[in-house]
């Protein structure tokens, strides 16, 4: 029986092209800088802190400066998948890319796995996962590997944006390791997340209670376009290192984005990560898409992420590898 | 420096550029596509960039730089297949096959794929992007040149163009090359100005673009050694042209020894189909005469004196007839015999013949630029045409002739038909077998006679009105062909349909910028 070799694809000047870059270095080991609480209110599953609930300006042109001080990557996933009779196949191409002299540099890797819960299927191939709850799973794995990408790939002394949450329903402790991991090689991950209907500002603010539908929609009324919120830091009760810094950033008038960074980066470098947002809103201008918000590079990532995954044929793949006859026909692309 | 294959798409090879490639391949470019041991020898045919990464307008609008990554770009290029060096035998053609890398062709690649002739005409390969030609390079910045089949020569070629494009330069460089390399004979007739009467001596330029020409197919400018200009002798060349004597002689026309049918060179314009008459005319005077060293003169009293205008004719063909001339016509050609009188019979001036033309490795210039020469010349060409294509009819010749007729139509004019072209026609025709060439040069293409256009298989433009060449079926722009720089041509090269434009090298004699 025939095996898909996971595969990664690394442009030839991966490595070569940093090397032009000599960006500034993003020291991220410095001490912990104190976050002055002033107002802390609770709510049953965690705790928010902040300090004033205050709308901040934003400037493209010192974003734009932060571009060429620093080493800006990204990540972005596409995934393929099939639903199939005997169970649920998977494409990935996990995409990583970094912002090069003269051109985006990508690093992708594209794996394959089969979801079943036949155990029989299972033991006979090495890509096929045994399992009762496919579709969580399935998310584990994805989330489990581009973690693992990402701590293999991206540049040290760089700038990480990833699309989507910091914290999933699952892997906690992953994501934490993961970020200290980055930690300690420089590497700054942020988040950015579009859709949500979060409220942790709204629940746990006492005056904003039961006023808006979500944060996003008080932070749209709140925040004019060019702006952004203040940091809230968020902790979990019940797993204190499950901690975030977030703040809401609008770049044009329709609904803002939430960016997310991991609570001990915030702490320790707390200007930076300020700084950073002005980045943040010139890469969104940068891309320019008024209905679709997302930093450029991001962007680029998905568009490489994309791109690659077509180059497999996943029904073919199938057949290859002996799961002939038991696909039906669905096939739709899922973001997730 | 490579350029990826994309795939195939309605029969072009579409290829797109790698990122350490920096710039447009233009049109006509000569890519070399590597496949293991295999190669394909592509040209291009399209050429544009593309922007990747499309950055925000809205960047724009705000007056900011944007990132540098978003001003990627690559050149996407549409190619034909013009040669495949593969030892594959099995009938069957190779795939080009996605992803496989293609480069700049070398200089050797390209001469492979358009069927370069060793020892053959070098001519640089040229193409037309964004309003501006230029020499091809290869990756080492030298300039692409291929060496064209010498046969060209002999399959007549045309050359045309607006004033000061180059037709002159060319026939020069082509003429020299007859001489030195074909170690044939040229005659060439000069109607304007001192425009060929100098290839005695080397051409003479501070151009560096020209220099490095000529270092690339390494030549030295130089005089043809063998060098004749005949002109009449009743002219006189002005002193402030600084020319040397050694190389002018003086000619005549002698009334015994023309044939009777270069007589219709006088008849330059006379459109009446009557006057065509004047050769059997003649003839039948001549044929009369009992004594031998008589004059032209003689021919005119006696025609001038039948006011009845009733003649005795006698065709080549023996027949005697005999004719009256329309009062017109016998007073038309009374006038051009008497203006024509001037050339014939001067003691100062020699009668030449085909062996004053027919020696290996020389060049000899009939200068007509002189007031009334083109009636001269029109008289003493047909005289010339006639006895080459006798001489290498009956073999007493084997040198290789090429023949070089400036503004061809002031010699031919009214000739629509194969007889009134007469041995031009049959040069043109028989060109191949017996060795012998002619070079065309006009500046618009329509004055070519027509009987003569489908015999002429190299066409060569300088820059033209697109209206003109439009009917040649070129695919062309008016901006790519009425821009042409000097020296730059569009063409179709009999044997070498892979080729388009070219720019000549500078003539190597008779040429001073
Ligand atoms: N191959 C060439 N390379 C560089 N320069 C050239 C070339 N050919 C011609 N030229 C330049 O152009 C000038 C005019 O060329 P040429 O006398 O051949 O024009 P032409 O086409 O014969 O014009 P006309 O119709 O007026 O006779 C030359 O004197 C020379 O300066
Ligand atoms: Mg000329």
């Known amino acids: ?336 | 420096m490579s350029w990826i294959v994309l795939g195939e798409d309605k029969g072009d090879i579409s290829l797109v550029s790698s990122r350490e490639i920096d710039g447009i391949a233009p049109k006509g470019t000569y890519l070399t596509i590597e496949n293991g041991k295999k190669k394909y020898i592509v040209r291009v045919t399209k050429s544009f960039q593309t922007q990747p990464y499309n950055p925000s307008p809205l960047l724009i609008d705000m007056n900011l730089e944007g990132l540098e990554a978003d001003k990627k770009c690559q050149n996407i290029i549409k190619a034909v297949r013009i040669k495949d060096i593969s030892d594959r035998d099995d009938g069957l053609i190779d795939f080009i096959r996605p992803q496989l890398k293609a480069r700049r062709s070398t200089v050797q690649e390209v001469k492979n794929a358009v069927r370069d002739k060793k020892e053959g005409i070098p001519i640089f390969l040229s193409t037309v992007f964004a309003n501006s030609i230029q020499i091809l390079k290869d990756n080492n910045k030298n300039p692409i040149h291929i060496n064209l089949h010498p046969e060209i020569f002999f399959h007549q070629i045309l050359i045309c163009g607006k004033t000061g494009r180059g037709k002159t330069v060319a026939s020069k460089y082509l003429a020299q090359f007859f001489v030195e390399k074909l170690k044939g004979a040229v005659l060439a007739v000069n109607v304007k100005e001192t425009d060929l009467i100098k290839m005695y001596k080397k051409s003479e330029t501070k151009e560096g673009s020209i220099l490095k020409e000529w270092e690339a197919i390494g030549k030295k400018p130089h005089g043809i050694y063998n060098f004749q200009v005949f002109y009449p002798s009743n002219t006189s060349y002005s002193p402030d042209l600084d020319i040397d004597k050694k190389y002018f002689k003086p000619i005549s026309l002698d009334i015994n020894e023309i044939d009777p049918e270069s007589l219709t060179g006088i008849l330059n314009n006379i459109t009446d189909i009557a006057a065509l008459h004047l050769p059997d005319i003649f003839r039948h005077w001549k044929d009369s005469q009992t004594t031998t060293g008589f004059r032209f003169m003689n021919f005119y009293n006696y025609f001038s004196s039948r006011e009845n205008r009733e003649f005795q004719t006698l065709n080549s063909r023996g027949d005697e007839a005999q004719i009256k001339l329309p009062y017109g016509t016998y007073q038309n050609i009374l006038r051009n015999l008497n203006s024509a009188s001037e050339f014939f019979d001067d003691p100062n001036g020699e009668f030449i013949t085909e062996k004053d033309i027919l020696n290996r490795e020389s060049m000899c210039v009939i200068d007509v630029a002189s007031k009334k020469g083109i009636n001269f010349g029109a008289i003493l060409l047909r005289d010339l045409l006639k006895r080459i294509v006798k001489a290498k009819t009956e073999g007493s010749s084997d040198v290789p002739i090429l023949i070089i007729i400036d503004e061809v139509h002031q010699f031919y004019k009214n000739a629509n038909s194969a007889e009134a072209l007469g041995d031009l026609d049959v040069i043109c025709r028989t060109g191949r077998s017996k060795e012998i060439g002619v070079i065309f040069s006009s500046q618009n293409p329509n004055d070519i006679p027509k009987g003569l256009e489908s015999v002429i298989n190299t066409k060569i433009f300088f820059g033209s009105e697109h209206s003109v060449i439009k009917k040649f079926g070129f695919n062309v722009s008016a901006n790519e062909i009425e821009n042409l720089e000097r020296g730059y041509a569009l063409a179709t090269i009999y044997g070498t349909p892979q080729v388009k434009f070219i720019k000549f090298p500078l003539s190597f004699s008779g040429v001073f910028i």
Not at chain 1, 48 to 77: C, H, P, R
Not at chain 1, 135 to 161: G, P, W
Not at chain 1, 245 to 259: E, M
Request: positive net charge; glycine residues 4%; proline residues 3%.
């Open chain 1, 1 to 336: 029986m025939h095996k898909f070799q996971n595969r990664i694809i690394i442009d030839p000047n991966f490595f070569l092209s940093v090397e032009e870059l000599s960006k500034k270095n993003i020291d991220l080991s410095s001490n912990f800088e104190k976050f002055p609480l002033i107002s802390a209110e609770f709510l049953n599953e965690g705790n928010l802190y902040f300090n004033n609930i205050v709308a901040e300006n934003l400037f493209v042109e010192k974003g734009q400066k932060i571009t060429s001080d620093y080493i800006i990557g990204a990540y972005d996933e596409s995934i393929n998948k099939y639903n199939g009779l005997a169970g649920n196949a998977y494409l990935i191409s996990h995409t990583y890319i970094y912002i090069g002299k003269k051109d985006y540099i990508p690093a992708i890797y594209l794996s394959f796995f089969f979801f079943s819960r036949s155990k029989e299927l299972a033991v006979k191939n090495t890509n096929l996962i045994y399992s009762n709850d496919l579709e969580s799973e399935a998310r584990k794995v994805i989330h489990d590997q581009m973690l693992e990408f990402l701590k293999e790939n991206s540049i040290k002394n760089s700038i990480l944006l990833i699309d989507g949450p910091i914290f999933t329903g699952s892997l906690t402790t992953k994501t934490i390791d993961f970020n200290e991991y980055m930690v300690e090689k420089n590497i700054l991950p942020i988040y950015i997340v579009k859709n949500s209907i979060s409220n942790l500002v709204c629940d746990n603010v006492f005056s904003l209670k039961h006023k808006y539908n979500s944060d996003m929609h008080w932070a749209y009324k709140f925040l004019k376009p060019g702006q952004r919120s203040n940091f809230f830091i968020y902790e979990e009760k019940k797993s204190k290192r499950r901690a975030k810094a977030f703040c809401y950033l609008k770049t044009f008038d329709i609904s803002p984005v939430r960016i997310e960074v991991y609570k001990d980066i915030y702490l320790g470098k707390q200007e930076l990560v300020e700084d950073l947002m002005h980045l943040i809103y010139f890469l969104i201008i940068a891309q320019g898409e008024k209905q679709n918000p997302q930093p450029r590079p991001i962007i680029i990532a998905e568009s490489f992420s994309r791109e690659s995954i077509k180059l497999f044929n996943l029904n073919k793949l199938m057949r290859k590898i002996g799961i002939e006859g038991i696909m039906n026909q669905n096939r739709n692309m899922v973001n997730f």
